[in-house]
C-alpha cells in the first residue's frame, strides 16, 4: 500500500506544494511530482495542470515537453483553464513539443485572454510582432502594440516590457521613443528583464547616476536571491564599457560566470567572445574563449555553438593547407548550431566547412546543409551544392537539386553566373544528360557562354566536342 492512498485530493496537493519549498526541510521535487500525479489520478485538474509543470519545467521529472503538452491539454478539455490554454498557447507559439501552429496558439491565448489570464497578451503581441517582422505589415505591429497595451493595463511585467523595448529600438516600423520606452521600464522594473535591460543599456540615458546606481544594487540584490542567470548576464553586460560603470573585464567576466552557473548559456557566448576577439577589455584568449564557449553550448546556447565553429574554423586556416581535423571540429559546431535552432547561416558555414576537411564521408551531411541554406536564399550555397547534386554514384547525387539551384544562381547572376560556372555546369548536365536531356548542341551553347566569360573548365569541355554537318558532336 502506498503513503498516498489514504490522502485525499487536498491533502496531496498541500504536501506537494510542501515539497517544492526550497528552503524546505521536506523539499522533494520529485516526490512533489509523484504527489501532484496521484491527486491528478484521483480527478484534480489543477494537480495535472502542476504536473505539467514539473515536466515541463524540470521540477522534479526530467524535462519533457510533450509530457507536459498532454497534461495540459487534458487539464484544458476538462475545465477549459485559462493558465492551461496559455501554456498550449506558448508550446504552440515556440514548438515545445510539438510543431509550431501560430492558428492554434493565437485561439488558445486568446481564450486564456478571455477568460482572465493576462499573461496571454503578451505572447499574442509576440506572434503579431514575428508576423510583422516577416511581411512589414504596420497592421501586424499595431497589432502587437495593442497587446502587448492590453497586457501592460492588467500589470502583466512581459507585455510592458515587451513594448518598451520596441519604443527604446525603434524597431518594426515604430519611431524611437526613449522617454516612453523608460517610463514603460521604469513601471515594470520589479520584473528581472525589465531591470536587467535598464542595467545593461545605461538606464537609457534617462536617470541620474544616483538612480543608475540603484538600479545596479537593486539587479544584484535580484539576482543573487533569484538565481536568475539572465540577470547576472545583464550586470556582465554593464561592466563592458557601454555604460557609466565603465570599462571592467574582471567584474564582467565574474558576473558571466555566476550566469552561467545559474544556467544562462547565452553569457557564456558573450564571454567566449569576447576572450576570442579581446572585446572590451577582455585579454585575446582562445583558450578561455573555448571554455566559456563550450559552457554555454552545454547549456544549449546555438550562438555558442556557432562561434566555436568560428574558434576551430579560425585556427584551422591559421596553416595552408587548413588543419583538416580543426576544419572537422568547426563542421561539427556549425552542424550542431544549427540543427539545434541556429540559423541557415550555421547551415552554410557548416556545408562549406564540411567541403574544405577534404572528407568525402562528410559530403551528405555537407549537401543537407547547404540544402537549407539554399532554400533559404544564401546565395554562397549554390554552386557547392550543385557540384555535390552532380557527383555520379555518390549519395548526394540528385540532378533535380542541382537544377533548382543554378536556376536560382541564374535569376540572381551571383558571382559565380557572371564568371561563367553557372553556364559551365548546366552545359555539364546537357553534355552527360543529368538531369536535362542529353545534347551536345545546347552542352555547347552554354560552354561557349562560359568561355567567353573566362571559365577555363568551359574551355577544356569545348575539347571534347567538334562539329558536325549537323551540329555538334562529343568525340568518342
Known amino acids: 500500500m502506498s503513503e498516498f492512498d489514504a490522502m485525499s485530493i487536498k491533502q496531496l496537493m498541500d504536501a506537494a506544494e510542501e515539497c517544492l519549498e526550497e528552503k524546505s526541510d521536506a523539499y522533494n521535487p520529485a516526490k512533489a511530482a509523484d504527489l501532484f500525479k496521484r491527486a491528478a489520478r484521483l480527478g484534480s485538474m489543477t494537480s495535472l495542470e502542476k504536473l505539467g509543470d514539473c515536466y515541463f519545467y524540470g521540477r522534479g521529472r526530467d524535462e519533457d515537453d510533450k509530457a507536459a503538452l498532454e497534461a495540459y491539454a487534458q487539464a484544458y478539455e476538462a475545465t477549459g483553464s485559462s493558465y492551461s490554454a496559455y501554456q498550449l498557447g506558448r508550446m504552440y507559439t515556440f514548438g515545445w513539443g510539438v510543431e509550431s501552429n501560430s492558428s492554434k496558439a493565437r485561439d488558445f491565448l486568446e481564450k486564456s485572454w478571455a477568460n482572465g489570464y493576462a499573461a496571454a497578451a503578451g505572447i499574442l503581441g509576440d506572434i503579431c510582432l514575428e508576423s510583422a517582422r516577416e511581411t512589414k505589415d504596420a497592421k501586424s505591429t499595431e497589432g502587437a502594440l495593442k497587446w502587448y497595451q492590453r497586457g501592460s493595463i492588467k500589470n502583466d511585467p512581459y507585455s510592458t516590457y515587451r513594448m518598451a523595448l520596441v519604443f527604446s529600438m525603434g524597431d518594426y516600423g515604430v519611431p524611437e521613443d526613449k522617454k516612453r520606452a523608460y517610463d514603460l521600464l521604469m513601471k515594470a522594473s520589479d520584473y528581472p528583464r525589465a531591470l536587467g535591460y535598464l542595467v545593461a543599456n545605461n538606464g537609457l540615458n534617462m536617470c541620474s547616476n544616483d538612480q543608475f546606481s540603484e538600479f545596479v544594487k537593486k539587479a544584484v540584490d535580484m539576482a543573487e536571491s533569484m538565481g536568475d542567470g539572465r540577470l547576472f548576464r545583464c550586470l556582465g553586460r554593464a561592466y563592458e564599457g557601454k555604460t557609466r560603470l565603465g570599462e571592467a573585464p574582471e567584474k564582467s567576466i565574474a558576473y558571466y560566470e555566476k550566469a552561467l552557473a545559474a544556467g544562462d548559456g547565452f553569457a557564456g557566448y558573450i564571454a567566449g567572445s569576447n576572450y576570442l576577439y579581446g572585446w572590451y577589455g577582455y585579454p585575446e584568449d582562445a583558450e578561455k574563449a573555448e571554455q566559456m564557449l563550450t559552457k554555454g553550448s552545454d547549456l544549449g546556447c546555438e550562438q555558442a555553438m556557432s ?79 550543385v557540384r555535390l547534386s552532380l557527383a555520379e554514384g555518390t549519395s548526394t547525387y540528385n ?48 560552354y561557349l557562354k562560359a568561355s567567353d566569360k573566362g571559365s577555363e573548365e568551359a574551355k577544356d569541355a569545348l575539347k571534347r566536342f567538334k562539329k558536325g554537318i549537323f551540329g555538334w558532336k562529343l568525340i568518342k
Open 399 to 446: 540532378p533535380n537539386l542541382a537544377r533548382q539551384s543554378l536556376e536560382k544562381a541564374r535569376n540572381e547572376k551571383i558571382v559565380e553566373y557572371e564568371t561563367g560556372e553557372v553556364d559551365y555546369l548546366t552545359g555539364l548536365m546537357f553534355e552527360k544528360g543529368l538531369g536535362l536531356p542529353a545534347a551536345a548542341n545546347q552542352a555547347v551553347e552554354f
Open 307 to 385: 562561434t566555436l565553429g568560428d574558434l576551430h574554423k579560425k585556427r584551422a586556416e591559421e596553416v595552408w593547407p587548413p588543419n583538416p581535423e580543426e576544419m572537422r571540429a568547426a563542421f561539427e559546431w556549425y552542424e550542431k548550431a544549427y540543427l539545434n535552432g541556429g540559423t541557415t547561416w550555421d547551415a552554410m558555414h557548416a556545408g562549406e566547412a564540411a567541403l574544405k576537411t577534404k572528407d568525402d564521408s562528410l559530403n551528405e551531411r555537407a549537401a543537407a546543409c547547404l540544402k537549407s541554406a539554399m532554400e533559404d536564399d544564401i546565395y554562397w550555397s549554390y554552386i557547392p551544392l
